[in-house]
């Protein structure tokens, strides 16, 4: 009967040893991921024409047009690109410019 005891207590611990490490990933990690994630979601939803922008590749810009997917950015006088809306990551008011 000892034996059976001995047995199972090690693989009981161990599970309880995995739940709590997937507990600590999701809450330190995954979870405050995901929150970041939604709040740089709404920043991109609130952006309106004529808001300064920064791009992730480094490119600073003016919105000129906004559609599903992408932005219109003016770089300068009378030159644009079009923009993927995930690529917008920052105000350039934000940054201090």
């Not at 609130?46 to 906004?66: C, L, N, P, Y």
């Not at 300068?76 to 923009?83: E, F, G, L, P």
Request: hydrophobic fraction near 45%.
């Amino acid at each position: 009967m000892n034996i059976l005891l001995q047995a199972g207590g090690p693989m009981g611990s161990s599970l309880i040893f995995m739940v709590a490490i997937i507990a600590i990933f999701y809450f330190f990690m995954i979870r405050p991921q995901q929150k970041k994630q939604k709040q740089i979601q709404k920043a991109r939803e609130a952006m309106q024409i004529g808001d300064r922008v920064i791009t992730s590749g480094g490119i600073h810009g003016r919105i000129r047009e906004i559609h599903d997917a992408y932005f219109i950015l003016e770089v300068s006088r009378d030159v644009t690109i079009k923009v993927d809306k995930a690529s917008v990551f920052a105000s350039a008011t934000d940054v201090g410019n």
